[in-house]
């Protein structure tokens, strides 16, 4: 990757990098916000003033009653007493004494603090003066405590409702920011899924673009073999005709029957091949022009194969061909050329890559929804490394030994287009068919046409 692509890229992500910050800012405030807010809510009990003017005003209420009762305790007493000033003293000490100071009753409770202590029982004795004059002074000081807890309650419900004025406003400040994070983690996935697309998008065009290009070189390859295939092929035949022509010519008068006979019958088996050769060409052309269709009949397999295999006999009078048809009717649903083209091609297959002494079989059956025509050579089987590309167009393996054990039009190097059978397996599938084959090293190969059977009144299996 050079660096103007590098640079490129980065580009496409550059609107990501505000969005991005934008997003962690948000969050980042966000969470602010929320430990602020959690701090301010956590109030500890030193700090409670209520509570602890509250606490002192119970303390004085209780030395009051405890000095004032008729059997009065002198350790109760001074238990309440020291009580008593200790919630004093925790008033005048630390954030309590700074909370009196802002609400204007610090000096007044140093001055309860300074009268309880001019009365302390431990230093005066117990005595019912004494006694008289603390159940006084409680009486003094209970409702100027009331009077400093009623201050303390009324700032704290102002306070309170200040801290939930403010509690409001953060909580909106952190939906704003939340949402503003939200906003913008769907501004980063967009952005994301955006650039995402154009590299998809950019990818299946180079994808295009380099199949297009194989294409183009498959069909510039294709056609370069077929015409020079084809040439090939047609050369032999010709070949054929013109020194057959020019031999009769060379013999002027003295040409006897069964020389005539004899060249007639070399031009005609060549004339055939060009036939069949054209023929092939035909249909393939059709096929890849979406021209050729099939006119499904039902077609009664035995006597087209009987009669495919009277007009091979005709061209090889020496080969032995064996028909065996089993019992009842078999009748398939098909188009009678277009089968009698797939069964001609792999008769003549079997004859052409089987031993001249052998013998070519042809069997027809049913199986379950199906009716199929079986051609068995004894030749020396397909080689293992062939058999995945025998329906493959022009096809002509390397081995020349092993490939004339098949049976395949074209498989032998040099004597066959390579068109055949995948000719045949077109035109099979075409007709909702298919063909099959089975092979053994040395022993021979067996294809095998398939074709949905014909049911009554014009039904076929499917």
Not at 243 to 266: C, F, T, Y
């Amino acid at each position: 990757m050079d660096a103007r692509t590098a640079q490129n890229q980065w580009a496409q992500y550059a609107p990501f990098l505000p969005v991005l910050l934008v997003f962690l800012g948000s969050l980042v405030f966000a969470l602010a916000k929320s430990s602020a807010l959690e701090r301010d809510m956590r109030i500890a009990a030193t700090q409670n003033m209520l509570w602890v003017v509250t606490q002192t005003q119970m303390e004085v209420l209780a030395l009051t009653l405890a000095v004032g009762r008729p059997d009065r305790d002198d350790a109760q007493i001074s238990q309440r007493f020291d009580l008593t000033l200790s919630r004093m003293n925790l008033l005048m000490e630390g954030p309590q004494a700074r909370y009196l100071e802002d609400i204007g009753h610090l000096q007044a409770v140093q001055d309860m603090s300074a009268a309880l202590l001019s009365l302390d029982p431990l230093e005066l004795g117990h005595s019912p003066d004494l006694h008289a004059a603390l159940f006084a002074l409680g009486q003094d000081l209970h409702p100027q405590i009331n009077r400093i807890a009623n201050d303390v309650m009324t700032r704290d419900w102002d306070k309170s409702a200040a801290r939930l004025d403010a509690y409001r406003a953060t909580q909106r400040l952190i939906i704003i920011a939340v949402s503003c994070a939200f906003l913008a983690a769907l501004a980063i996935t967009w952005v994301l899924l955006r650039n995402q697309r154009r590299l998809h998008m950019t990818a299946l065009e180079h994808m295009r673009a380099a199949n297009l290009l194989e294409q183009e070189r498959d069909v510039s390859a294709m056609y370069r073999d077929f015409a020079a295939i084809v040439s090939h092929q047609m050369r032999t035949p010709l070949s054929l005709i013109d020194s057959s022509m020019h031999r009769l010519a060379r013999m002027g008068d003295n040409v006897a029957a069964s020389d005539v006979d004899q060249r007639r019958k070399i031009v005609g088996d060549a004339v055939g091949r060009l036939t069949r050769l054209v023929d092939t060409v035909l249909l393939l052309a059709k096929l890849d022009n979406d021209q050729l269709k099939a006119r499904f009949m039902p077609l009664a397999m035995d006597q087209i194969v009987q009669s495919i295999m009277d007009e091979a006999q005709s061209r090889h009078p020496h080969r032995t061909m064996r028909l065996s048809c089993s019992d009842g009717a078999i009748v398939a649903r098909g188009d009678r050329h277009l089968v009698g083209h797939i069964i001609d091609n792999l008769l003549s297959n079997a004859l052409k890559y089987s031993p001249a002494e052998s013998a070519v079989e042809l069997r027809v059956f049913a199986q379950g929804n199906d009716v199929a025509c079986a051609v068995t050579d004894q030749g020396q089987g397909i080689a293992a490394q062939d058999q995945p590309y025998l329906f493959n167009r022009y096809f002509r393996g390397a081995d020349g030994d092993t490939l004339q054990t098949g049976q395949v039009t074209g498989q032998v190097s040099g004597q066959g287009t390579g068109l055949g059978l995948a000719l045949a397996h077109e035109l099979a599938q075409l007709q909702g068919g298919r063909i099959s084959f089975e092979t053994w090293p040395g022993k021979g190969s067996v294809f095998t046409l398939w074709l949905p059977a014909m049911k009554k009144r014009g039904e076929y299996a499917s």
